[in-house]
């Protein structure tokens, strides 16, 4: 039984992670919240006793500077605030980083994205592993739980995967994961998390799983409209994504597919930004000789994601259409969680996208707190029994709906 | 009779320069090219001494590094290289440091755009009050000779005004300065001329000189497709620009407009990147802590304009739709140029729009080297006798068309 909960990172998802924990903190104990500004922890503290979110209102919650980088330093904030349970939600820069400090302390460690390096974007699959997979053995020996992608997309997705496999199917052929956010945000355009990373994933080559081969793909090169439960008729552009990297490896399925919605906007602007090279992850030297990423100024340009949520409405809808054999017969399956952006601004003032991928991490954290998910070594989501996830989601926010076609 | 001639810039607009003073050297003598890059001076000659370009072989051509917002160190050079007239092309923020240098040495002075300052843009009218025209009593008092904008526009089309006034309308009702280039570079999206300055006449409001009055408008809310001599049929964009700041105290006319042709395409990229704020000439931060100007970063992502003109095809046209009364009559006609891509890379190394900019800051050099205009005192260029412009433009490659409706 683990408790006291270190938060890394905060943005959006950490905000949403932090109220979660607090509505949970009398089974997660103590909360910390550390980021590089401890100005930004320090408001989302600032939300959570607004909210009254804190449980147990005598719970600790409070806040550290950190730079996730320094692997030492992290080991010492794990060790001062007594943390045994580490939900990394910074940047995927630092994954390596703050897994090799859970490994230093022996702390549980959470994560909701694929490990990045800075200069390298869309990496030969399998992505995982170039960098979490080569600690296995290691977490291994030590007995370190280490759950890796635990946001709803990569996360509640693979769990999805294993429970059409266990619940619905004795064999399935095709799973195609899809991401569609059907909200209004009114702004002119800006990414619903971190800019940075929201564009790394598309600026390179789509990998796909086909034929239980990978298959590379021009970005944007394949779309369909799919008549999705609650928000209707999406247009969806197969692209590449963290799941396919590890579920490739762990699920029984000639085909695995991620989709994603893109308005015919956003695929302007996008393609604008970069045809004309200012969604590079490399330098580029202007004029006067200062070395600049074009990618960290388009960022620092766009809205803030945790800014989108007040006014922002509409619904999210992920999920994955499932397509295999049961008893003989075929069968087609759509499992999928809708998010109402306005609901999850009035219980943790955040946007929808914050919230799905803010709120699985936390339920990670509960099942290990609770020694249901404390296995002691390293996994993917699906490698989990879904279970107890599926369950413990549809209490916390985010309820699994099932629909049979 | 003035002689020795600085060029200060080694852009696009500068090397076509370079190569006209080599081409009447016998009347300039000496040429200096000097800007923060010798390496780019020095490509500039070897471009000269590729094409043949010197008219006198045995004359000094030869380059100097000059940071021109230093004015004791411009000064030097100007003395050092014993030159009596200087031609300014280097980026816009440079003009009133490179005009005191001037004052300070007597050598007259030359430039083809409006100054600026970095952190303003389209500054309340009329701008040149704002820098130029604070000189011209010292200008006056001391006897220098200072043409303003005599590039092509503005430049060539405020001698248009004139011409007009002088030999075809007792009386003008209107000037619309009409701007396209119907060539093609080939190239996703890029500017004929510096980025930056190119984006900051588009970012702010439009102010044009409507029935005597300034009016602001948005920019890009005005269009008309007009039917140009050669180029055929051309959607422009009521736009601001230098020369209506002088026009409109120099010229007798109700209305002065200036249009500038975009394709779709530019205005969707031009749209798009301006929302976003990267076109913006005030610094962000990046989450890293880097202050930075989006435009100059833009700038640095797109291609350098001097590196457009191998394969750029098509041709620009740019002149003056005046409409008046001669002899009691209406009368309406079209002052124009064409000018062929191809062509001027063939002659030069240049693409047109580096060409048409290029050239009569030169032609301006010989008539204040003929002693035509060594007018000693500052002028914008509908000031000038029109004339000997006109004659000279027909024989060193931008001849003059006249177009009665």
């Not at 959470?110 to 990045?116: M, N, S, W």
């Not at 997705?157 to 052929?173: G, L, M, R």
């Not at 992920?318 to 998010?339: A, M, P």
Request: proline share 4%; with cysteine.
């Amino acid at each position: 039984m683990k408790k006291n909960v270190l938060i890394i990172g905060a943005g959006g998802v950490a905000k949403v992670a932090a109220h979660k924990c607090a509505q949970h903190n009398d089974i997660l104990g103590d909360i910390c919240i550390a980021s590089r500004s401890q100005g930004k922890c320090e408001l989302i503290i600032e939300s959570v006793r607004e909210k009254g979110s804190l449980k147990n209102e005598g719970g600790r919650l409070y806040s550290r500077q950190i730079d996730a980088l320094d692997i030492p330093a992290t080991s010492r904030l794990i060790e001062e605030t007594g943390s045994q349970i580490v939900i990394n939600l910074g940047t995927s820069f630092v994954n390596m980083s703050v897994l090799q400090a859970c490994l230093a302390t022996g702390a549980a460690y959470i994560d909701t994205a694929i490990h990045e390096e800075p200069d390298k974007i869309c990496e030969q699959p399998p992505w995982y592993a170039n960098y979490e997979w080569k600690y296995l053995d290691a977490c291994q020996e030590k007995g370190l739980t280490a759950i890796l992608g635990i946001g709803f997309d990569p996360g509640v997705v693979n769990a999805y995967c294993t429970y059409a496999v266990k619940h619905y199917f004795d064999s399935v052929d095709s799973i195609d994961i899809m991401d569609v956010n059907a909200g209004d945000h009114g702004k002119y355009f800006a990414t619903n998390f971190d800019p940075e990373i929201n564009f790394r994933e598309f600026t390179g080559q789509v990998w796909t799983w086909i034929d239980r081969q990978w298959v590379a793909k021009p970005i944007h090169s394949e779309k369909q409209i799919y008549d999705f439960p609650t928000v209707g008729e999406q247009t969806i552009y197969l692209t590449g994504h963290d799941e396919l990297h590890s579920l490739s490896k762990n699920i029984d399925a000639n085909h695995i597919r991620f989709w994603m919605g893109f308005s015919d906007h956003y695929i302007n602007c996008f393609t604008i930004l970069k045809n004309i090279g200012l969604l590079s992850e490399q330098p580029v030297m202007t004029a006067e000789g200062l070395e600049v990423v074009p990618l960290k100024v388009v960022k620092a340009c766009l809205p803030d994601p945790a800014s989108l949520a007040p006014g922002y409405t509409g619904k999210t809808c992920i999920g994955n259409l499932v397509k295999g054999k049961k008893d003989g017969k075929d069968r087609e399956i759509f499992i999928y969680n809708t998010c109402d952006h306005a609901e999850c601004y009035q219980e943790v003032g955040s946007q929808g996208i914050s919230y799905t991928a803010g709120v699985p991490p936390v339920a990670a954290a509960i099942l290990i707190a609770q020694g249901l998910w404390d296995v002691q070594r390293m996994v993917n989501v699906e490698e989990l029994d879904p279970d107890p996830l599926i369950k413990l989601l549809d209490t916390i926010g985010l309820p699994t709906q099932v629909q049979e076609k």
